[in-house]
């Protein structure tokens, strides 16, 4: 393992990859066809209810009968697309309602909260997804048209919540924005007071606790010294690739370099095959 692998694989953990979308085949779950909407009935949710929505509005009449495959006894054969829509409508709002409990929720983000460390990165950085879903979940309930005085029972382990949805923002999400908000000023406070701001403090906040590569600054991990992030205008963020050789790595170096106001002025990469050495971060 190189010298910055151990760093390289939190980067890779904390850093969403973009990948460039596969190219529609004709089985695509969204294709817009009375065949695929007879395929994904068999499981109705959201998919199946976007594709009928899809067929609407493109003028199919309801009555339209939408085949369905006799192997699958759950679907009543000769189904229109109007009782379709209905089907797949009705199990999106249960599958809206389900969302406020499971593994990734409201209620499990009560339950993390029970342990929650604001001076643990891991446990802070962990935390955010519990929040987005619940958020995300009111979101969806409200746009799909749920009736916000609808009682909401979430529960995850020991955390359990009863109430409308019209609270569950401010009595319950409230409380992991509020726990992630005190951290995060927490943690950024340092980096504050040496005068970071603008991008130079996003990027921060985004990687915490991983450093940023720097000219003439250590190359076994990342710097976190705000003084020398503060005077550095060239940061750099480093990812491990594909194999490229024999026992060779690609090293993917991104580089920003900042103006005086602290955003971000021009940004370059470079892709080498093995680990350059200190020589790549200039």
Not at 188 to 205: F, H, N, V
Request: proline share 6%.
């Amino acid at each position: 393992m190189s010298r910055i692998a151990k760093t390289l694989a939190c980067v890779l953990t904390a850093t969403a990859v973009t990948a460039v979308a596969p190219r529609a085949h004709a089985d695509d779950d969204n294709e817009v066809t009375l065949e695929n909407l007879g395929r994904k009935a068999e499981n109705p949710g959201k998919t199946c209810l976007t594709i009928a929505d899809a067929l609407l509005a493109k003028g199919t009449a309801p009555s339209t009968v939408v085949p369905t495959r006799e192997s699958y006894p759950a679907l009543k054969q000769g189904s229109t697309l109007g009782e379709l829509r209905e089907l797949c409508h009705a199990q999106t709002g249960k599958d809206i309602l389900k969302s406020f409990s499971g593994p990734v929720s409201g209620a499990a983000m009560l339950f993390e909260l029970k342990s929650f460390d604001p001076k643990d990165p891991n446990k802070v950085s962990s935390l955010e997804p519990y929040v987005r879903a619940c958020n995300g979940a009111v979101d969806d309930a409200l746009k799909f048209g749920i009736d916000p005085a609808t009682v909401i029972d979430m529960s995850w382990g020991e955390s359990k919540w009863s109430g409308p949805l019209r609270d569950v923002k401010a009595k319950v999400c409230a409380q992991g924005d509020a726990a992630l908000k005190a951290a995060v000023d927490a943690q950024l406070a340092p980096y504050r007071e040496q005068g970071i701001a603008g991008d130079k403090l996003d990027m921060i906040a985004h990687y915490f606790p991983l450093g940023f590569y720097i000219p003439g600054g250590s190359y076994s991990e990342g710097d976190t010294d705000p003084k020398l992030l503060k005077k550095a205008n060239v940061w750099f963020v480093i990812s491990e690739g594909d194999y490229c050789g024999d026992d060779k790595i690609e090293y993917h170096f991104m580089r920003y370099q900042f103006g005086k106001d602290q955003k971000i002025a021009k940004t370059s990469e470079k892709t080498y095959c093995g680990d350059p050495g200190a020589k790549a971060v200039r």
